[in-house]
């Protein structure tokens, strides 16, 4: 099926709310990010909230992090 639309995907096919109840933003070595829980102390990161290109060459989303 092809739906031809102007409107964001997001409002077409709206997400399951428990998935941004297992996310929240951290402060990690002066970047912001929007980080998805996994295990105890491992996360990945969903969204990197900066503007500056090189914070995305050290945080990719994807990426798994871990807090000790």
Do not use: W
């Amino acid at each position: 099926m092809i739906l031809y639309t102007i409107m964001p995907e997001q409002l077409v096919y709206p997400m399951d709310h428990t998935e941004f109840a297992r996310q929240k933003i951290v402060h990690v070595d002066g970047i912001d990010m929007v980080v998805g829980m996994g295990n105890e102390n491992d996360y990945s990161v969903v969204r990197v909230l900066s503007t500056d290109p090189q914070h995305f060459l050290q945080y990719e989303p994807g990426q798994k992090i871990s807090f000790s």
